[in-house]
């Protein structure tokens, strides 16, 4: 092991260290990977071997702290590897929270709620304005904009985000309920009733909605029939207001030309 760690060290230029050597990312933005793709991975590398070296900085005589590349050294350690390939680089907390996030970013199993929270520590504890944040990731501002909005959620949703029972689009959806409350009730419909994102949207703006107060149906009947009878006296003929489903109508029977000719003078309309 000693003879392998000793060939010339600098930038870009791959060492094989000790697996046990190396440890974990303090910066890593990545709190969850799926066993499944860690046990795929770690069989790839029985296979293959870890094709693409880990970044690591040197900590100590012989220890290493890593910078990018937990899944890799996670599955290595599953695969039963000794050493790994590792690439050592200077860098400051700063340069380690962005190399592990800018590289979790270009997986696609990044979960938008470590993203997210990424994206806050850079923002709070570096001064990263979302323009920078934007530039580092290779996205848009308001795509990082509506990634931060979503730690605003109550945390069973976060979850929910996380573990991928919802999406970021059900997430920010929720979001515009407002109220901590009406946004877990909210979830429990999506959730029950496996809404897609756009029918998230639909029935959030439902709930959003003031209902109408109207009269009850015995009410509304009386009234329809008085003014019936109301305009039956005004015209001279027969009217019948119609009021079910959503279309409603007015119906004025006639029983010649002549008739009618009269009706549409009294309603102000010219004949064609």
Known sequence: GALIETPPEGPGVPL???VEAIRANPMQPRTRIRDKDLAALADSIRDQGVL?????????LDEYELIAGERRLRAS???????????????????????????????????????????VRLAEEFSRTQEELARLSGRDRSTVANLIRLLSLPAPIQEDVRQGR????????????????????????????GF????????????????????????????????AESMARSLGAKVRVVAKGRRKRVEIAFSSSEELERLLNRL???PV
């Open 16 to 18: 094989m260290v000790r």
């Open 52 to 60: 693409e070296p880990l970044v690591v900085r040197r900590d100590g």
């Open 77 to 119: 350690r599953l695969a039963g590897l000794t050493h790994v390939p590792v690439i050592l680089k200077d860098a400051d907390p700063l340069q380690m929270l962005e190399m592990a996030l800018i590289e979790n970013l270009h997986r696609e199993d990044l979960n938008p709620m470590d993203e997210a929270a990424g994206y």
């Open 166 to 193: 919802l999406t970021a689009g059900h997430g920010r959806a929720l979001l515009a309920l407002g109220e901590e409350s009406r946004m877990l009730a909210a979830r429990e419909d999506v959730l029950t009733r």
């Open 196 to 227: 897609s994102v756009r029918e998230t949207e639909q029935w959030v703006k439902r709930l959003l909605t003031p209902k109408r107060i109207s009269r009850n149906a015995a009410a509304d009947a009386a009234y329809y029939e008085a003014l």
């Open 268 to 270: 102000g309309v010219r």
